[in-house]
DNA sequence: CTGAATTAGTTGTTGCTTCAACTAACACTC
DNA sequence: GAGTGTTAGTTGAAGCAACAACTAATTCAG
């Protein structure tokens, strides 16, 4: 089969993407690493917890709206919990799993460290696009998303109104 | 100073940009490493590479092509080294300097290696978007790498026009 | 109720990235 | 031409992520 290959938009458009998927996790750790001591995965994962019912989940379920496999988040949850950050404990329904909770240190940390997140977010990603941009951006992240996440893992994130479709 | 918060549009905006940035490096890796026993950086190297004359490249302008610090292009060219795919000798012009050709057997792995690359790309982000949106895209990479990469040290990717703007 | 299969997590190993320290070569000044 | 500073690159150590192997609890078939 004949490969077909990329016409010079689509070529434009890919290689600013990949540049933007290089360079933004960069951005986005070192200013949380520098301000908060917290990666940006660490920090996801609090942030999660923080808006959650009780502020708790269970690890499986943390791992999927945290788009980690569950080796990762057992390994990150461990350290945070060694930093007095999170609280495991068994799950009294089921006793395969364990539930984590945030711990109060843990609560401040993330109340520290959002509004320092969500300058650099401000300053790196929204003011450079225009409001038309924005909201161009939202339709294609939504389409690739189709392709990229189509059981919806991460759904509960950018899509509130689907969240439900992941009720284990 | 009070902490500006984020609209209804620029949270879903960004909400989405994050699970793609999350989601799509862990794509193409995966593809790569499968079909061609290589990561995706290892890939990029050598396509960088392929494309430069002589198929050769200093270090440091490598490292700039690969948004990769010194330290890390200097590991990864070790390795690619050992398999064959790359030749490094010093350079004749600056003796601190260190050039990496890629070698025959690294060129044949690019050239294996890239139909099912394109592939990956085209299905996973170019299909499932309009010919609009592909260049909303382009607009939208365009303007955020203004701010991720104000020097354009990647902008000889993503801007040929701009790449003489680096002549070190 | 017994045994097989599935689910939930943990742990250990390996590999890659980053950071810091270091060597070597060039450039520029006096 | 000696000394200082800068540039190019390598190396070693530390930390995080991926993969595989493992334990333990639940479910389900018969």
Chains 1, 2 share one sequence.
């Not at 919990?81 to 799993?97: I, K, Q, S, T």
Request: hydrophobic share 45%; with cysteine; net charge negative.
């Amino acid at each position: 089969m004949e490969t077909q290959w990329l016409t010079e938009d689509e070529r434009a458009a890919w290689l600013r993407l990949v540049a933007v998927v290089e360079l933004l996790p960069g951005v986005l750790d070192s200013q949380l690493r520098a301000d908060a001591r917290l990666t940006h995965f660490e920090y996801f994962v609090l942030a999660m917890l923080s808006e959650a019912p009780e502020r708790t989940l269970r690890m499986a379920v943390l791992a999927q709206r945290t788009n980690a496999t569950l080796p990762r988040l057992s390994h990150v949850v461990r350290r945070l919990e060694g930093r007095g950050l999170v609280e495991r404990f068994p799950c009294p329904e089921d006793g395969r799993a364990t539930n984590a909770r945030l711990a109060a240190a843990g609560w401040d940390a993330v109340v520290a460290a959002a509004p320092g997140h969500v300058d650099a977010v401000r300053s790196h990603v929204l003011e450079p696009l225009t409001p038309a941009q924005v909201k161009q951006l939202r339709g294609i992240g939504d389409a690739l998303l189709t392709r990229l996440d189509p059981d919806g893992r991460l759904s509960g994130l950018y899509d509130p109104d689907r969240a439900h479709e992941n009720p284990s």
